[in-house]
């Protein structure tokens, strides 16, 4: 109760008054940033594209994007620390830098993750159907889609409590399904050696290997983020400053190495390694279950992964009905005063929560109709989340730049400015790799269809932030984080 009291404190000298029930844990809370980073299905997702464009080699970008993102956790570490606020990088940015930064921070991580719980529904769909013994026609895995984000909402409208104990359960199989099929692969079904993650197999000849490699980079990019949700929940948790923090840097360690586990085991089970690279082998995952479990072993391997599924929906809507709630509770978004309720008997945005689970399931109706277009905005969201993660790094910067210092339990002391530079270089590189145009022969809005998609969703966001001024609705405080240092020292 004394550390309850201690955390309405903190929050109320923050500006705002506790509603949530702090019912999750350190390790729910870490539960919760695993399940929604989730390895299995990170790496189940993306290893053909991965094989297909850089070959062996990509297992790298795994330890490439862990070390890079490591560093932008160790900024949110900071932030959080000082700011545990519901909504994560939203009131980040609005305290770091002001309401108009805030607000554009939350357009882009906002739509990104609406769209990321329809791509991870839609990806569930063939899964599903392969399970219950169906075949995976467009009709059938958006009808799954559509169901699992019900299931989804349903779950997180029964409260925070439910929500942890779920992400826990999400979390214990999928890390022990990781290691039980990763290690039987490997002891019992590798095909190749293990230097086999230094061999090309020829791509990229008889140029350089390297543009190979940049490309199938974007598989480690799409697994190592999810971290930030930990942070969404700051209300939700005891002694956030010390939690938060530590949680999120759990994820990094945990997922990563769990996501590189499963890979490594994957490449080495592959019996035809060419004829992977060549798509002779369309499924080369499905084929290598098939291959060593049998109809029914594959199955039961299918259903691990539909749980790992079904905890990542469940911890993106988690995140993304925090950061409607904030928005709404600082009155930037239409009907603030309605989608900020919190439910007297679950404590839970319930308002939040069901637009969050609304507007995902346009997204994958619409994906039925017109697949092309969507199957463009899909691909393109983790550019939105990444997009977001630097409006942080770079607005910290700033912030320090014009005297911030973290004031919160986590401190970087004198390497944070190395640090957040470095982290920025890493971000707006890994951004710049998932932009670059790869197929010069494809018309150009096919080309450069990631980026354009993006510059259309942020100049819509642009046009209604100056015409509407919605950021000037509410009275929250802003860009207070230097005052605040300086209320310290």
Known sequence: MATQDDDAAQLAALGYTARFDRKMGLW????????????????????TVGMTTGGPPMFWSYFLAGAGQFLVCLIFSEVVSQFPISGGLYPWARRLVGKKWAWMAGWIYGWA??????????????????????EGT???????????????????????????RVAMFGFICEIIGA????????LFHRHQPFNVVFNTFGIGAPGSYWPAFMAAAVVGLFTCYGFEACGDVAEETPNPGVAIPRAMRMTIYVGMSAAAFVCLALILAQPDIPAVISGKITNPVETVLLTVFGPIGAKLVVAVVMVSFMSCILSLQAATSRLVFAYARDRMIVGGE?????????HVPVRALVLSGIVAG???????????????????????????????VL???????????????????????????????????????????????????????????????????????????????????????????????
């Open 362 to 392: 346009a997204i994958v109706c619409l994906g039925y109709f017109f697949q092309n277009a969507i199957a463009t905005i899909v691909n393109s969201a983790i550019i939105g989340i990444y997009a977001a993660f630097q409006m942080i």
């Open 28 to 47: 729910e809370n870490f539960a919760l940033g695993f399940t929604y980073l989730s390895p299995v299905v990170g790496v189940y997702s993306v290893f």
């Open 395 to 489: 607005g910290a910067m700033v912030a320090r730049v014009q005297g911030w210092r973290p004031a919160g339990q986590f401190q970087l002391g004198f390497w944070g400015m190395p640090v957040n530079l470095i982290a920025l270089i890493y971000g707006i590189g890994a951004i710049i790799d998932m932009v670059w145009p790869r197929t010069p022969t494809a018309p150009w809005y096919i080309d450069y269809s990631m980026g354009v998609t993006w510059l259309g969703i942020i100049g819509i966001g642009a046009v209604y932030m100056v015409l509407a001024r919605p950021y000037d609705h509410g009275t929250a405080p802003a860009g207070d984080a230097r005052t605040l240092s300086l209320a310290k020292l």
């Open 179 to 186: 290691i039980i099929v990763g290690g039987y692969l490997l």
């Open 338 to 346: 309605f989608f900020s309720a919190i439910s007297p008997h679950t």
């Open 138 to 164: 467009p009709a059938i895995t958006t009808a799954i889609a559509v169901a699992l984000v019900v299931i989804s909402t349903l779950v997180n409208l029964a409260g925070t409590k439910i929500l942890a």
């Open 113 to 134: 993750l609406f769209v990321t719980i329809a791509a991870v529904a839609v990806g569930a769909g063939p899964f599903l159907a392969t399970l219950l013994g169906f």
